[in-house]
């Protein structure tokens, strides 16, 4: 029973925050040169992903670069079919 409302209460948008805090706890870094001067691409802090560009290699990347959940779909996803 709970858990059933707990699946309910998790979106993507819940995940991709918990995943960035993870992953980035000290701060984001660029995950081709790792580089900490990098700077958000958009302003809008509740969706799925969000996309930044390093300042350094200039590579654009989002918290699912380069990790086994790159290639992953979401339901929102367009050409997931749902």
Do not use: N
């Not at 059933?4 to 819940?14: D, G, I, P």
């Amino acid at each position: 029973m709970f858990s059933q409302w707990l699946l309910k209460q998790v979106t993507s948008v819940s995940c991709a925050h918990l995943l960035r805090e993870y992953r980035w706890k000290d701060g984001v870094q660029c995950p081709y040169c790792h580089a900490s001067q990098v700077g958000r691409m958009d302003d809008q802090h509740d969706q799925e992903v969000s996309r930044s560009r390093c300042a350094v290699c200039r590579k654009s990347f989002t918290e699912v670069t380069g990790i086994i959940f790159e290639s992953a779909r979401t339901e929102s996803s367009p050409s997931s079919g749902l």
